[in-house]
């Protein structure tokens, strides 16, 4: 028997093909993550499942710790000097703050796309997408290096405007283009996980649109985690959602998570209600 292929499968067909060498999805978790700078406490105990191939979206009110937990996330958080930080973050189930494994790797598995783009302006288009391998050491042929740009392009929605100038610098692409662009570079050292902190937030409504299909898109072969202000991309882009809250100067919790749509739609908590219709934040 055949039968037609519905909406879904058609609009599947036309999605760029996972690579096949794409790694396993992969669930990250953090364990009663609790963090520091100097003596102050801004996290307290926080923990959440953040599901293999899905998007999560992390919301609350400035100051209230998303940024500091997504670096907590990759190792960034310990760069701070007076950084400290407890609790555990499983990827897959294994921690990468134990001291048996090596940060190199858990930046590698869990790449970072910041508020503001950040390409090597100088570099080329192509030099960008690939500046993750030499820092991974990450040895690739002539051949293998053109078709990782091709790919990570591709996925990134960016390689049908800039597949006839990738000789020219990542500087003189528009900021949607740029934020595209480290994208790319995040993709091409094949992480598991990519986090992305107010990614769209500088840019401009149809460059966000364009940013929140590539999401999508991506969360087919990489686990997404996203800080974001933006209530309806939230509620757009995300599977799972965690509100966050710091209240009159205590470290910031998690008030509620779960489902999206239940967050949206059926709040549990009064606290989240008014903040995701905007009654506060
Ligand atoms: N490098 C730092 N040194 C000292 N304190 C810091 C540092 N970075 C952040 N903080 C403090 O930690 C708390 C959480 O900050 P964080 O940047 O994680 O908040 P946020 O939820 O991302 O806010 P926003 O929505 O404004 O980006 C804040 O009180 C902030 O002042
Ligand atoms: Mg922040």
């Given at each position: 028997m055949t039968s037609t292929p519905t909406q879904d499968e058609t609009a599947t067909d036309l999605l760029p093909a996972v690579p096949a060498d794409a790694p396993a999805l992969a669930q990250l978790e953090a364990v009663g993550v609790?963090?520091?700078?100097?003596?102050?406490?801004?996290?307290?105990?926080?923990?959440?499942?953040?599901?293999?191939?899905?998007?999560?979206?992390l919301i609350g009110p400035s100051g209230c710790g998303k940024?500091?937990?997504?670096?907590?996330?990759?190792?960034?958080?310990?760069?701070?000097?007076?950084?400290?930080?407890?609790?555990?973050?499983?990827l897959d189930g294994e921690d990468i703050y134990d001291p048996e494994r090596r940060l190199i790797d858990a930046r590698r598995a869990i790449g970072m796309v910041f508020q503001k783009p950040n390409p090597f302006p100088a570099m080329s288009i192509r030099e960008n997408v690939l500046a993750g391998l030499k820092l991974t050491g990450t040895k690739a042929s002539r051949s293998e290096r053109d078709a990782l740009v091709e790919s990570c392009l591709t996925r990134a929605g960016l390689w049908t405007e800039v597949r006839d100038r990738l000789d020219a610098p990542g500087g003189g692409l528009s900021g949607g283009q740029q934020q595209r662009l480290c994208i790319a570079r995040s993709l091409a050292v094949k992480p598991r996980v990519l986090l992305m902190d107010e990614p769209c937030s500088a840019l401009d409504p149809t460059s966000t649109r364009v940013i929140e299909e590539t999401m999508v898109e991506l969360a087919r072969e990489v686990t997404i985690v996203i800080v974001t202000h933006n209530m309806q991309q939230a509620a757009r882009v995300s599977d799972t959602c965690a509100f966050f809250l710091a209240a009159h100067g205590t470290p910031g919790v998690i008030v509620e998570h779960g489902r999206t749509d239940a967050m949206f739609g059926s709040p549990q908590d009064e606290r989240t209600s008014d903040y995701v219709n905007g009654r506060f934040g």
């Open positions: 609790t963090a520091w700078f100097g003596q102050r406490k801004v996290l307290d105990r926080v923990s959440l499942t953040m599901p293999a191939g899905g998007i999560t979206a940024s500091t937990f997504l670096r907590i996330l990759n190792r960034m958080h310990e760069l701070v000097p007076s950084a400290a930080l407890a609790g555990e973050v499983l």
